[in-house]
Nanobody
Framework: VQLQASGGGLVQPGGSLRLSCAAS????????LGWWRQAPGKQRELVAV???????HSADSVKGRFVISRDNTENTVYLQMNSLKPEDTAVYYC?????????WGQGTQVTVSS
């Protein structure tokens, strides 16, 4: 399984970005899909996860601002990020977790700065 994340970039505080993560090599409809992030000098942390039934969980720091969704026909998971803050600056990784194993994407940089 390969996960290809995209959509990162530089955005001003208060702006929005939409991250996408497309999977190839295996259908992931039965996998939980999620986004993690790692800021410089900090530990990697969970941002949001969506299970195979569509149930979601988000970190308290992003609740009300970030929305995770998935499109099983496109084998893709998304992260809509609104009201971005400088503390959201990090490398964002998509992850797929299932009975077949755990898979990580290569990461996409998100920088929130004026």
């Amino acid at each position: 399984v390969q996960l290809q994340a995209s959509g990162g970039g530089l955005v001003q505080p208060g702006g929005s970005l939409r991250l996408s993560c497309a999977a190839s090599g295996r259908r992931l409809s039965r996998y939980s899909l999620g986004w993690w992030r790692q800021a410089p000098g900090k530990q990697r942390e969970l941002v949001a996860v969506i299970n195979s039934f569509g149930g979601t969980h988000s970190a308290d720091s992003v609740k009300g601002r970030f929305v995770i969704s998935r499109d099983n026909t496109e084998n893709t998971v998304y992260l809509q990020m609104n009201s971005l803050k400088p503390e959201d600056t990090a490398v964002y990784y998509c992850v797929a977790v299932g009975t077949g194993g755990d898979y990580w994407g290569q990461g996409t940089q998100v920088t929130v700065s004026s």
